[in-house]
């Protein structure tokens, strides 16, 4: 399996929109890694992890094939995760050989999310977008393109179902962990017996520790030993640091330093990890 980082910051991106602090204003003078827009991963290049408002930047800038992506992961409802306006582009009149229908899971929050984008389309063109959204459940099992996925419950937005996902193909699998604190003890007890070979962590806070919502490197620390000490991961197993704020006052460099004292991977617009 392989991962790419699409985007790789928290919601106000790195420099943020609107933001003149001194982290913000050097990210933009050295540029690089240090410029960073918001969530978004591809597994395999078929799966695809939320739907942020950067989404036709990646696009153009990595390559990504949109036409024949199949099958959208969403995380949450929050508008740098997922930007379902995009999506109403996804209909005749908008596009041509749209190569069928985009399957999207998620929770209850982004339905109804959609939902009212979608009534909203339809006032200006009767064309339907050619998606199918399945409402998904923490804990259950579901499939989609022969990959097996399992959605955990994040300590994020308490007003909605936040997910994680676990992943698996080919015998390798996959713990996809933004946006969320510490993890809630239902999911700790849910993943023990499972081997992950790839851990992506929340570490938008970098050098500050939270206790919810959202993690800094001390929490993703605590997060690898109790996985470590629980059997899910060993020597081999990659851990990648992601979702960073300008808040958390680390640019890319010093980020990757901190991170590899701990076996951490700082991921980056655009990385790939193959695992």
Known sequence: MKIQYLGTAAAEGWPGIFCRCDVCKKALRLGGKNIRTRSQAVIDDKILVDLPQDTYSHMLTYGLDMPNIRTLFVTHSHQDHWYPEELMMRREGFA????????????????????????????????????????????????????????????????????????????????????????????????????????????????????????????????????????????????????????GGWLHEEMEERAKEHGFITAYDGMTVEF
């Open 96 to 247: 041509v050989d749209m190569n069928g229908v985009l399957d999207i899971y998620g929770n209850d929050a982004a339905f109804h999310y959609l939902d009212r984008v979608e009534a909203e389309a339809l006032e200006y063109s009767p064309n339907k977008a050619q998606i199918r959204y399945h409402q998904i459940r923490e804990f259950q099992e579901y499939t989609a393109q022969g990959y097996r996925f399992i959605p955990l419950k994040a300590a994020h937005n308490p007003r909605e179902n936040c997910f994680l996902y676990l992943i698996q193909k080919d015998g390798k699998t996959l713990f996809y962990g933004n946006d969320t604190g510490y993890l809630p003890e239902e999911t700790w007890d849910f993943i023990q017996g499972y081997h992950f070979d790839l851990v992506s962590m929340d570490c938008t806070m970098q050098k500050t520790r939270l206790e919810t919502n959202h993690m800094g490197l001390s929490n993703n620390v605590d997060v690898a030993k109790r996985l470590r000490d629980m059997g899910c991961a060993n020597d081999c197993t990659k851990f990648v640091v992601t979702h960073f704020s300008h808040n």
